[in-house]
């Protein structure tokens, strides 16, 4: 009878990844674009915005369900492990470790394969910018920066609360929140 039940784990985890893979390759992803909004939804539940993924994502509980059914079929061969009071156990530990370590795999790839473009706040400190509209005195206007090779522009106060006009170039002493400051180079 245990050699039944690790045998349909073992059949319906395998039969999940299959499924899982042949419809995400004729009907996509995981993701949906929603209509009107221009915004992008990420389906899933996961404990942080970084990229990765959750414990309790279907495929890391296929692996564990696959894992324990595979591991239970191997255990229940051996007479040292055969009664299922002792197979039943190591299987859940074994299962428990494989799916650990995919889940870190997982988790490892995705957080290596996520990059973007938009600049780190840290990183613009220093950076020479040119005001594209004047900043009046105490007033905020607009500058316009290039980071790793792509242009920017963004709103802008000089630090000490100077008007500065159109066309001059402004090195960034510091942002706070969505607005740089400034100062005339």
Known sequence: MDFLIYLVCLVIGVIFVLFTAIAGHFFGGHDAHVIGSGGHAEAGADMSDAPGISVFSPTVIASFVTSFGGLGIILSQFNATKSPWISAPLATVGAAMIAGSFLLVLRSVMTKTQSSSEPHIADLVGVTATIITPIPEN????????YAGSRYTAPAREERGAAIGS???????????????VVKV
């Open 139 to 146: 007033g905020v206007g607009e500058i316009a920066y290039v």
């Open 167 to 181: 066309g001059a170039s402004v090195k960034i002493t510091r942002v706070a929140g969505s607005q740089f400051h």
